[in-house]
């Protein structure tokens, strides 16, 4: 594949017209595009390079850009995190692809002890310009090493900024501003998410990564959610409006820093809140967005918060059980029906 | 990729290498190393004596008898290379020239300190000088000095990263996933193993099934050798021709750098699990001490050489503990500075 004749599915398109897409396909475009506006970014991590990508997220890439920037590595994750570190200290603008979240945690150390705490203990001086891009989430019955949603794990580090992107557009937008950010961006792709299938305008590029939005006005309730929950929060919505509870759905986008702003502003408007998140209940980010609302909005609340998150299991292989340890439609029209009534 | 092996691996084991470095050191480089030496000596004799006085404090992790390995070794770079040290670094930091009174003052955690005080003992940082910490975690600066390497590589940038760590960190798995990746990518990387032969208060013995650590260090296709780290015209001979050969695109190289810390561990420990008998023949082969001997038996050094270099120093490093006790504090007002470069809520 050339740099000018891309096999994009949206690169027939005129530019600025919406063309259909998939996730997937904004991610490699996203890459792509970073690629050709910057020399100091290269993307690398287990089979990114000839494999193409654990999600076919890199597939192309190494034909176009050769295998000094489409790196494949060893399966060391703690070594190759590392070395993004490192590289983005010497000056480089590294993309560094984890297959897993669960894998993740074999770097811990290096995205602990170092991505996120070099430029405090040294005074200002260290910039770790880095980012991390790792698939999260259950759904494809892979099991419990394969499935799990620690993002709120990494949301409780300082000095880190966590994004999650839910939509085409945010696909497609988010990996150039977190390139920009002279700090470490993790991104989290939920694996149910890179068949996503869409419009996105052609010459759509970066978004802000400091924001969430409001997905769906609504008076009633605040149904809060991010990354592959999203969808799931929209079709309860939809149920529930056809029963006249009218949800406002908040996409959070960036795990950390919280958009408090956003968040206290619709339960100002509601005072009902939902918050689904695919994580663990017990120490999980929604526990944290509670709480924050509970010191931020208490007076506002005509209801306890209300929270869906996944069972306290690890995720189980047969669908029923995996479907049953996950957040659900189901469970999230009924979670608002109780904080309504 | 081609696999390159030691220099000079010899059948009866000896792995020295023998080419004659350029360049070979004359008595005011001696005296240079010497003194370098004496300063890393002093300082860490005034640190123990401040953090007794409880004027500093946290860990205190002295290298007092394992000074030749980081001077030997800065010998051999230029001000271009980069750094990469362990949480026992207060003379790599210095040698590398980074300011006394900046260092001093980051044993005080004031704001003039090399690390604006938020490191301590541990996290001395200039990247000015690419002097790039000060890592508190075993092995956890392997990955970047892998990753400083990667950059210049691929820049094109004919820089080493020379990346001390100790003979612990050669049990952990960071270890072996760099030496692989450095080695797969034929990275500009001198490794420098400063083994002083205990992990803490764990024997080398009772740690590793394999104690040659050269050996490992080769196993993965790059050249390694052990060096006697109390002579420091020995450890500067082999570093130079180890970096000359990493700057000029010979890949990874290792150094095993021999060596014994005189004192315990850190400040809190009691050093039950060494004999003193052992403390005292290491202590025999003290390299300032052997340094000065050879030098004076040459007829390059008297007495009051030595004697107004100690003092010159002992001037200095009083001036720049009265420097980091005059310091500022910062402020509590700034708790929450150097978390995100664009400050957040």
């Known amino acids: ?34 690629m050709r506006r910057d020399d100091r970014v290269f993307l690398m991590g287990e089979d990114v390079g000839s494999y193409g990508g654990c999600f076919a997220v890199s597939l192309g890439l190494l034909a176009e850009f050769g295998p000094e920037r489409i790196r494949d590595t060893p399966l060391s994750e703690s070594a190759f995190v590392g070395a993004g570190i490192g590289a983005a200290m010497g000056g480089m603008r590294p993309i560094v692809e984890i297959m897993t979240v669960n894998f993740s945690l074999l770097a811990l150390d290096q995205i602990l002890n170092n991505a996120a705490t070099l430029l405090h203990m040294s005074g ?32 409780h580090i300082p000095g880190l900024r966590l994004v999650a992107p839910a939509t085409l557009a945010d696909a497609r937008g988010m990996l150039w501003t977190a390139l920009e950010d002279p700090d470490p961006v993790l991104i989290f792709e939920h694996g149910s998410l890179y068949n996503l299938r869409g419009t996105l305008d052609e010459d759509a590029g970066a978004v802000d990564i400091d924001s969430a939005a409001v997905r769906r006005t609504g008076g009633d309730v605040t149904v809060i959610s991010y990354g592959g929950t999203l ?6 919505a939809g149920e529930l409006a ?53 010191e931020q909005a208490f007076f506002e609340l005509d209801a306890p918060v209300r929270r869906v998150c996944s069972a306290e299991v690890p995720i189980p292989y047969p669908r029923h059980l995996e479907e049953a340890a996950l957040p659900q439609v189901d469970g999230i029209v009924a979670a608002v029906r109780a904080v309504v009534r | ?70 001077v030997g070794v800065n010998s051999a770079l230029t001000p271009e290379d980069s750094i990469v040290s362990t949480y026992r670094e207060h003379g790599h930091a210095l040698v590398r020239g980074v300011p006394l009174d900046c260092v001093m003052a980051e044993m005080f ?16 940082f200039d990247v000015s000088r690419r002097f790039y910490g000060g890592n508190a975690i075993v092995a956890g600066g392997l990955p970047l000095a892998v990753g400083l390497a990667l950059a210049d590589k691929m820049r094109g940038d004919a820089r080493v990263t020379a990346c001390f760590f100790g003979d612990g960190a050669v049990a952990e798995g960071e270890f072996h996933e760099c030496m692989n990746l450095a080695a797969l990518w034929d990275l500009p990387v001198l490794f420098c193993c400063e ?35 109390m002579d420091v015209l020995a450890v500067a001979k082999a570093a130079r021709l180890a970096a000359e050969s990493v700057r000029s695109g010979g890949g990874p190289h290792f150094l095993e750098l021999k060596t014994y810390r005189f004192r315990a561990h850190s400040m809190y420990d009691p050093d039950l699990y060494r004999d003193k008998a052992e ?11 052997a340094l000065a001997g050879q030098m004076r038996a040459a007829g390059e050094l008297t007495d009051t050489d030595i004697e107004s270099a100690r003092d010159e120093i002992a001037a200095e490093i009083d001036a720049s503990v009265d420097s980091a006790r005059a310091a500022p504090a910062e402020p509590v007002d700034d708790l929450t500075r150097f978390v995100y470069s664009r400050r957040s809520s």
């Open chain 1, 1 to 34: 594949m050339s740099a000018k004749t891309s096999q994009h599915p949206a690169a027939a398109a005129t530019a600025g017209e919406p063309a259909t897409t998939t996730y997937r396909e904004a991610m490699r475009a996203a890459i792509r595009e970073a």
């Open chain 1, 231 to 236: 969808g799931k929060a929209m079709t309860a």
């Open chain 2, 109 to 124: 955690g004031k704001t003039t300190g090399c690390s604006y005080g938020r490191g301590g003992s541990m996290h001395l």
């Open chain 2, 1 to 70: 990729m081609t696999r390159k092996t030691a220099p000079s691996t010899t059948a009866g084991g000896a792995r020295i290498p023998q080419a004659r470095p350029p360049g070979e050191a004359g008595p005011a480089h001696r005296f240079d190393l010497l003194r370098q030496m004496m300063f890393i000596r002093q300082f860490e004799d005034k640190c123990v004596e401040l953090y007794s006085g409880g004027e500093i404090h946290g860990f205190l992790h002295v290298y007092i008898g394992e000074e030749a390995v980081a």
């Open chain 2, 195 to 229: 083994n002083n032969r205990y992990a803490m208060g764990t024997a080398i013995e009772r740690a590793q099934a394999q104690t040659d650590l050269a050996l490992r260090a080769e196993s993965y296709g790059m050249p390694a050798w052990p060096v006697d780290g």
């Open chain 2, 279 to 289: 403390i005292e023949q290491w202590k025999q082969r003290d390299p300032i001490t």
């Open chain 1, 124 to 155: 200002g001086q260290v910039n770790v310009p880095l980012v991390i891009r790792m698939t999260t989430g259950a759904g494809r019955q892979v099991a419990a090493q394969h499935s799990h949603s620690l993002e709120g794990w990494y949301a």
């Open chain 1, 242 to 294: 056809a029963d006249g509870i009218d949800a406002e759905v908040i996409d959070l986008r960036t795990l950390r820093p919280l958009d408090d702003a956003t968040i206290m502003a619709s339960v100002g408007k509601t005072h009902r809140v939902v918050i689904v998140d695919e994580g663990w209940r017990s120490g999980s980010l929604s526990a944290e967005i509670s709480a924050r609302i509970m």
